[in-house]
């Protein structure tokens, strides 16, 4: 059987290899051999599609490099910066609420934290570049792994939100459920 007459009228794969094993438990293991891609569109649409994608790349990429920051700024350096911070008057108005929010988190900014954050921020940013470059290489399977993904971390942030209230959050919500609405549409406006 050739690699082309396994193939089926709408299947995902152009093509397939088969592999029928002689053992009592022998089954057909279909490879892919090339993998559908994305028609390209054009419009309005598919521009702002295209440029959030490039918002969210940069975002992704400050976020590695946040990360790689944390991971490899020592501790101490941190502390260091805290006692400075609090020591000079950096921020005119320092007895506002906000300087002294500033200084009591980065005061109990621990080690554990530290590391901590520098994690999450390396995966999330890994992540979310990982599935923007599938995105913008067009590939079929993309689209909803991409959907999927950018529903997870909205619903992360919205459960972050629920303690901090913080309007960043919500408007990193916002654009993830932007680019998911826009995912969708470019996805569907596909033919079959």
Known sequence: ????????????????????????????????????????????????????????????????????????????????????????????????????????????????SQHFYAFYLLGHGAIKMAIIALLMRKLAFAYPLGIAVFAGFIVMQMHRWTHTHSPVLLALSLLDATVIWLTWREWRSQPD
């Open 1 to 112: 059987m050739s690699p082309r007459s396994a193939r089926k009228p709408g299947s995902f794969f152009r093509g397939t290899w088969r592999c029928n094993m002689s053992s009592p438990i022998g089954a057909r293991i279909d490879f892919p051999l090339s993998i559908k891609h994305i028609q390209g569109q054009h419009g309005p649409l598919h521009w702002l599609f295209e440029s959030t994608l490039v918002v969210k790349a940069v975002f992704a990429g400050l976020e590695i490099a946040a990360g790689l920051g944390l991971w490899l700024v020592p501790h101490e350096r941190i502390a260091q910066f805290t006692a400075w911070l609090t020591r000079n008057d950096l921020i005119e108005g320092h007895h506002s609420p906000v300087y002294a929010g500033i200084a009591r988190a980065l005061a109990e900014f621990s080690l554990a």
